[in-house]
């Protein structure tokens, strides 16, 4: 039995710890914001934070998250109301969608890093994340937006 916290709720599961988190997610929980894209960690569409970090899910092996805290793309805010889901919505940001989860979850782990990113900042943080249907200038404006919505809610704080 394997205990994980995902997304602030605790799950026990009884699969192979070898099992990659994201099917644990999807298939077990039932968290289907976290897409499989590659399979072999260099599309980006299943990125998750495991304690903060940005990982790869579908490498990820399930017994490394345990003890350890998820936030899927379900749980980045529990009102969608996260600064990055803001400027997604308000700048048209998806095409298809398919990779915009694991898109705004690892620009959420830049922006908790770096507060004011520049274009090549986020050209590097997001340079790991595929997304087919080209999107990635709307992606950089959107996270210019967010780093400032953002930084009006810690002014109103």
Do not use: F
Not at 37 to 52: E, S
Not at 58 to 75: D, F, L, P
Not at 102 to 123: C, H, R, Y
């Amino acid at each position: 039995m394997i205990t994980l916290n995902i997304n602030k709720k605790t799950y026990n599961i009884d699969t192979n710890p070898d099992t990659p988190l994201l099917w644990v997610l999807r298939d077990i929980i039932g968290l289907v914001g976290t897409k499989y894209g590659c399979g072999v960690a260099q599309c980006g569409a299943c990125v998750v934070h495991l304690n903060g970090e940005a990982v790869r899910s579908c490498v990820t092996k399930v017994s490394r998250a345990e003890g350890k805290k998820v936030v899927t793309i379900e749980g980045l805010s529990a009102t969608n109301t996260h600064p990055l889901q803001k400027a997604w919505l308000e700048l048209d940001v998806s095409q298809c969608g398919y990779c915009q989860a694991g898109q705004i979850m690892s620009a959420a782990v830049l922006l908790k890093e770096n507060k004011k990113p520049t274009d090549q900042d986020i050209d590097d943080a997001m340079a790991g994340n595929i997304c087919r249907c080209g999107t990635y200038l709307r992606i950089r404006e959107a996270i210019h937006l967010a780093s400032e919505l953002q930084g009006k809610e810690t002014l109103g704080k």
